[in-house]
Every structure is written in structure tokens, then in C-alpha cells.
């Protein structure tokens, strides 16, 4: 399942696939260039880094089921569960309320060594006047902290700890600024923004999720290390109505029960793509090394550089992830039975 992206707006994604209509039939934008192919090194983080998830609603992707599976069979590590409110998910007692009963009823289903949420408090950073980064004023909001004292306690030379994104990247940025040596302990791994299209080699910190606060953007594009994961998939084939029988007999699978009509009724992007690209080898198929290159309205660009200190997920395989999902979903082991 190779994918051109079609259209994106607010928190949708549409996706046409390679095999099911060709390059001259897309309709509606441009399409997706595949751009290098996958170098001998991949990304810079994997499996083998302890992860911090950070996201708003728990209901609109399936980015907590895959992380709750992958941490107990292969990783990676869950080391922590950021919460925050944003755009559609404005709701954060509500947000906190859905993936603290995530995690229960993953730990009810035998998974184990999952952290509970916490909640995470902020607004949008605000981009200064002078344009300064060092002018910004922190939120120091919890999320922030956190991420500054779980780098510091799990951080090594050579494996630092991935920060991986399905909303704003307001509260990695925000650790930048509580703690700039930060920059050393962790790279962001982001599900947002536009890859490459209409043959222009310029992508975007944009729609989804990168509208949401352009000034972090631009901080951690510049100040920290960063994978975009700008390859998304059709997240309807990952738990499809007609499967739902098939999923395991358990609190988990009956959690994944009930929230697959939500994910079908909800405008959604892909979010789970930022764990997906760590724990699951087959799913990233492209990547280009990127630097920032000023501004596209209130988007931060990245363009092509061999020696850049970004990484752009240009290419991904959803069937592999959809694979993987369902073989960690009906292999008895995974709950212990």
C-alpha cells in the first residue's frame, strides 16, 4: 500500500494508493514524490529508543493501541504519556479520562510496564517580536517538564529518547526552552505537515497538526533533532468494521471495539505514524534528509540537504503496519495466555 497524498485539511487526511488509481488519475492536489530511497541508515532512532508519546484526543487514530503493543512485544519502550488539548480535542479532562482508560484496560489485558498519563496544560507558544527563539517566554507546562526529567533519568549516549507527536509540538518545544541541553537527550519523531508534491522539492510544517502552533515548529525543526513523518496511510483499513470480530476477547479489544465507529465517524489524520516508523521496520519506505529554509506563510519549510539535521519520512507502507498491528492482536502471547 504505497500512497500519494491527495488532499489534507484540519486533522484529514485523504489518500490515494499506488495500485488502486496511477499518478495521472489524482484529482484533487498533488501528488506525493517518493523522493530518495531509503538510505543505508534509516532514521536515526528505532525500536531500541524509550518513546514519550504526546497527543490531545485518544479517540480520532490508533497511535496509543499501537504503542501499548509495541512497548510489551519488540518496542518500543513506553516511557511516558503526554496529554494536552488542542484544536477539535479541546477537552483535556476529557482527553486524560480516555487514555487513562487506555492504559487501564491494556493492563487489564496483561500488558504491562505502561506509565499513566499526565496532563499537560499549555497554549500555543508566541512568536516574538524580535523573532528570537531565546526571546520566547516558556510555558513551563508539565509536559515540558516532564520530557526535561525523563530525557535526563533514561537518556544514553548514542540512544537518546524519541519524543513521538500526533498534535502540537508545543510541549517539546517548550522543554527546549526550560532546558536547551535537551537538544541532546531526544529526537522528535512528528506525524504532521505535508511531504514533497506537485514536484516541488519544499516540504511543510503545515496541516495536520502543524497549524496548530507554527512557533514550536519552527523551534524544534531548528533547535532540536526532528523526524517528520509526512507519509501518512489509510488508518480505516487498520481495525475495519468487518475485522471487529476478530479482535482478541479481552478489556483491549473490547476498548478497540467500541472506539472503531469513532474512528470511522471522526475526521481524522494518521497519527500513530510517528510509533509505526519506529517499531515497525517494514512501514517507512522513503526518507530524504531536510533543513529549514524559512517560511511558507505560517509554515516552516524543509527542503532537500544531504547534510541537514532533519529527516523527512517521504514514503510508507500502511499494509505492513495494518500487518503488524493484527499479528501483535492475534498472537496469544502477546497478552500472556
Known amino acids: 500500500m504505497r500512497l500519494r497524498c491527495l488532499e489534507i485539511g484540519p486533522k484529514i487526511v485523504r489518500l490515494a494508493f499506488l495500485g488502486g488509481c496511477s499518478a495521472a488519475a489524482v484529482a484533487c492536489g498533488g ?3 517518493a523522493g530518495t530511497n531509503l538510505p543505508p541508515e534509516g532514521l536515526p532512532v528505532g525500536a ?3 518513546v514519550i508519546l504526546s497527543n490531545d484526543g485518544a479517540y480520532d487514530n490508533w497511535q496509543g493501541e499501537y504503542a501499548v503493543l509495541l512497548a510489551h512485544a519488540g518496542g518500543p519502550a513506553l516511557a511516558g504519556i503526554i496529554v494536552s488539548a488542542a484544536g477539535m480535542w ?7 479520562s480516555g487514555w487513562q482508560t487506555l492504559v487501564t484496560r491494556s493492563r487489564e489485558s496483561g500488558l504491562a510496564n505502561l506509565p499513566d498519563p499526565i496532563r499537560s496544560e499549555s497554549q500555543p507558544l ?3 517580536s524580535d523573532d528570537s527563539i531565546e526571546s520566547t517566554v516558556a510555558n513551563r507546562s508539565e509536559g515540558a517538564l516532564f520530557i526535561v526529567e525523563t530525557s535526563s533519568r533514561l537518556s544514553r549516549p548514542g540512544l537518546p529518547v524519541v519524543v513521538a507527536t500526533g ?3 508545543t510541549d517539546v518545544a517548550d522543554a527546549y526552552l526550560v532546558d536547551p541541553t535537551v537538544a541532546d537527550r531526544i529526537v522528535v519523531v512528528a506525524s504532521l505537515g505535508t511531504g514533497f508534491s506537485g514536484g516541488e522539492r519544499v516540504a511543510r510544517m503545515s496541516i495536520p497538526n502543524g497549524e496548530m502552533d507554527p512557533w514550536a515548529n519552527f523551534i524544534v525543526a531548528t ?12 488508518q480505516m483499513t487498520d481495525v475495519a468494521a468487518e475485522r471487529t470480530a476478530e479482535l482478541p476477547d479481552n478489556a483491549l479489544g473490547t476498548w478497540m471495539r467500541d472506539k472503531q465507529p469513532m474512528i470511522l465517524d471522526t475526521p481524522v489524520a494518521s497519527d500513530q505514524v510517528s510509533v509505526v516508523a519506529l517499531g515497525v521496520p517494514a512501514f517507512v519506505q522513503g526518507v530524504v534528509r531536510v533543513a529549514p529554509s524559512g517560511w511558507d506563510g505560517n509554515a516552516p519549510k524543509l527542503v532537500p540537504d544531504p547534510d541537514g539535521p532533519a529527516w523527512l519520512v517521504t514514503e510508507s507502507d500502511g499494509d505492513a503496519a495494518t500487518a503488524h498491528l493484527w499479528g501483535l492482536l492475534l498472537d496469544p502471547a502477546t497478552f500472556g495466555r
Do not use: F, I
Not at 223 to 234: I, K, N
Open 126 to 128: 508566541e512568536r516574538p
Open 48 to 50: 531500541e529508543n524509550p
Open 167 to 169: 498534535g502540537r509540538l
Open 90 to 96: 479541546s477537552d483535556l479532562d476529557a482527553n486524560l
Open 223 to 234: 533547535r532540536l533533532r526532528y523526524v517528520q513523518v509526512s507519509a501518512y496511510y489509510d
Open 31 to 33: 501528488t506525493l514524490d
